[in-house]
């Protein structure tokens, strides 16, 4: 992506002297406005909402803060490399897309728009477990371009060899494991609206299009069940689930199953008792490469590595699971000091701009993860929203490798910040 900078304040500079200004501001702060004035209020509050008080959220933007960016002059790096090496192969700038789910909160198929911008951007697109359209439907959108999937541990061992077959079947280079969702943290946002996508059908997606899945339903649909009490309300969650289940609506309103497939997702998605003894049996049941995801602590990154983890994602999953937890930049700085030069690393949480990729690579990650920017695209402009926002960061971080005098990725080291 030699030149991404460049190219991309000539797209945008020439549309201005026509008299067309972006869709998708240039600026996190007010593509989040704009967002957020598009966004419904469940929408908004799954998707920008934090755990507790929202402080592990400001303190992943406290964490950029702390640091500054020292200019090199006089390089000569006219031209710059930002491909990188990742388990699974080359990728063409040091940013993912992160997973997130029940993306279709923030716009109808939300999935399938996802991974035909990352494809048309050349951007790996992480599938999220809790989607809201199957696997081998986005890999279909994406053709060749690389994908990897994100599984969450489930209460079903079979359910668990399950998705990883498919993902493996659909083209994924590389299985990233979630950790820190053994539970669901505590999100005033939802709670005070008392919204939960996944008890309305919506990010289950994975799930209904499973098999071992749909014979655990079955199984459950066939069961007694309480008479729900019939409010407003009540009325209006049957109409989502039937929606959002495969297959015609009429047909699934009379039929058990939508509920059934909600009630049964909700009680095995993730497994509370996950443990290092679960994640030692993934050697033996995939032949993709395994990323663990959720990592802070230095000891827990070593015993990945010694387990045969590929890579860790230093991640507090976006301020979302624990209040007033480590911010996932300062997590990152102990956890490379821990293991080394060598092991791969990527940086998830609080990831904004290109500057803020540049500062996470300086400070020992090998790529990052980008979740929040990407979705308020999506909300503004659908597909050509990601495209943007994917763009926009891309470009910025060649402009700073530019002004910074640094060719490559390899280029960028802690020698080029100082505390701020």
Known sequence: MSGAGLARLSTIYRQGALGRRPVVPADFAELERRARRVSSARAWAYVAGGAGEGRTMRRNREAFDRWAIVPRMASGAADRDLSVDLPGGRHAAPVLLAPVGAGALMGAGSDVRIARAAAATGTAYIFSNQGCTPMEECAAAMGDASRWFQLYWSKDERLVEGLIARAEAAGAGALVVTLDTTVLGWRPRDLNLGSLPFSR????????????????????????????????????????????????????????????????????????????????????????????????????????????????????????????????????????????????????????????????????????????????????????????????????????????????????????????
């Open 201 to 420: 059908g919506q990010g289950i997606a994975q799930y209904t299009s499973d098999p071992r899945f749909r014979e655990i339903v079955a199984g459950r649909a066939g069961r007694p069940a309480p008479k729900p009490e019939v409010t407003l309300g009540a009325v209006r969650t049957l109409l989502a689930m039937t929606r959002n289940h495969p297959g015609r609506f009429w047909g699934n309103l009379r039929s058990p199953l939508p509920r059934a497939s909600v009630e049964t997702f909700l009680d095995i998605y993730s497994n509370p008792g996950l443990s290092w003894e679960h994640l030692a049996t993934l050697r033996d049941r995939t032949r993709l490469p395994v990323v663990l995801k959720g990592i802070l602590h230095p000891d827990d990154a070593r015993r990945a590595f010694d387990l045969g983890a590929d890579a860790v994602v230093v991640s507090n999953h976006g301020g979302r699971q624990v209040d007033n937890a480590i911010a996932s930049l300062d997590a990152l700085v102990t956890v490379r000091e821990a293991v080394g030069p060598a092991p791969t690393l990527l940086l998830d949480s609080g990831i904004r701009s290109g500057a803020d990729v540049f500062t996470a690579l300086a400070l020992g990650a090998n790529a990052v993860l980008l979740g929040r920017p990407y979705m308020y695209g999506l909300a503004l402009a659908g597909q050509r929203g990601v495209e943007d926002v994917i763009r926009n960061v891309v470009a910025e971080l060649d402009l700073t490798m530019a002004l910074t005098g640094t060719p490559n990725i390899a280029a960028i080291t802690r020698s080029l910040l100082v505390a701020a």
